[in-house]
Structure formats: C-alpha cells, structure tokens
C-alpha cells in the first residue's frame, strides 16, 4: 500500500501557505519562532482551514486530563516545531524498540528494534541520544520532547545507568549504548531537551500506543 498523500498548512511562518511536500512545509516553518502549520488528509480539509483559525485546528490531546483547565493554560501548549522520542519493551526487560516522529504530523523520522532484550529505560535513553544526533546532523533548530526523566538526567550524566547485565542476547543493544555514551562525550549539542506534559498534552506523539 502506497503512503498516503497529505497536504500541510503553514498559517505562521516564512511563507503562509498550503504545501503537498513535508520538505517544502519544513521550509516555510524552519527557524520561524511560533510557526504555527498543520497536516491534513485532503486538500479540501486543508483549504477550510487555512481559511479558518489555527487555535480551531491545532493538535489536540489523545487522552484525557484529570488537570484543571487553569493548570493546563498554566503549562502551555507543546512545541509543535520539534521532535518527540519514546520507547516500548515488552516485558523488563523484554522485546525493546524505540522511535522518534515529528511532533506535528507525527511522521516517523527514525526507528530502531525489535531488540531481543532490553528495557524502557535504556530505549528511551538512545532514542533520546539519537534524536540529538539527527537534529545535530540536519542542523536543526527544533526541540526535543520525552516523557522520561530517567532518560533526561543519564543523558545529562552522559552515561547510561542500566542494572541489566550484559550478555549475547542484548550485544547489539549495548553496542548501540556504548555509541551513544561515545557520542556524548565526544559531541556538543544545543538542542533543548524539554519534558513531555503527558498530563496536560496526552501521550506523546512517538508513543507505541501499546499502554
């Protein structure tokens, strides 16, 4: 089955707009503070709404809150221009594989896995060093978005706290971790690695869904 077709609107940007290329939408919002742009199923939904206003279509959350409304207007909305990360294992530890989309039109920009053994943890700690990797290699602006605090504070540390030992099943797993410690260490980064509001925003847009 072929991918299917969809059209971008840019309300804010470089250039305003509707865009059947995500590379020329990426265009119109790259370094453009506040952008503010939207991906629909057809063109006739993307015309009404960039003929409409933007607060009528922009992302909403996936789930529901238990926070008030003055708590969530006190979080904010989330950075649409950006990236998000996050991991699935199956089992602690267990079938591990992690991903990262955009946030806005949640369009897979890396995957890694199945592994054979792994766990949550370590999986949203490289997706977290890939992500910076990717942004630092397409010299992207964006900001990135987990919803773990683990994974924040060992990239911080620039180490990788893992208590799973180990052995021939989950080398290739570690192989990547000891790349992603390496590249730390040897790398200078300036995205801003910010928290996902999971209460606030829903699950994050890398989310396997599998909750």
Not at 40 to 67: H, I, M, P, Q, V
């Amino acid at each position: 089955m072929g991918k299917k077709e969809k059209f971008y609107v840019v309300w804010e940007g470089h250039t305003p707009g509707i865009y059947t290329k995500w590379s020329d939408c990426k265009v119109a919002i790259h370094g453009y503070a506040g952008a503010k742009f939207k991906s629909f199923e057809s063109f006739d939904l993307a015309r009404n709404a960039y003929n409409g206003n933007y607060e009528d279509y922009k992302g909403k959350s996936k789930s529901k809150t238990s926070l008030t409304p003055e708590q969530i207007a006190k979080i904010g909305e989330p950075n649409l221009y950006s990236i998000a990360v996050d991991a699935a294992s199956s089992g602690n530890p267990g079938i591990m594989e992690y991903r990262g989309v955009d946030t806005q039109t949640e369009e897979q920009l890396f995957h890694q896995g199945p592994f054979p053994q792994g766990t949550n943890n370590i999986g949203e700690f490289l997706a977290l060093v890939h992500g910076l990797a990717y942004l630092k290699k397409e010299n992207s602006d964006r900001i990135l978005y987990t919803d773990s605090r683990i994974a924040m504070g060992w990239v911080q540390q620039k180490t990788c706290k893992t208590k799973l030992e180990r052995n021939a099943k989950n080398k290739k797993m570690f192989d990547l971790v000891d790349r992603a410690i390496l590249w730390l260490k040897k790398n200078k980064y300036t995205t801003k690695i910010v928290k996902w509001e999971t209460k606030a925003w829903g699950e994050i847009p890398a989310d396997f869904g599998r909750k």
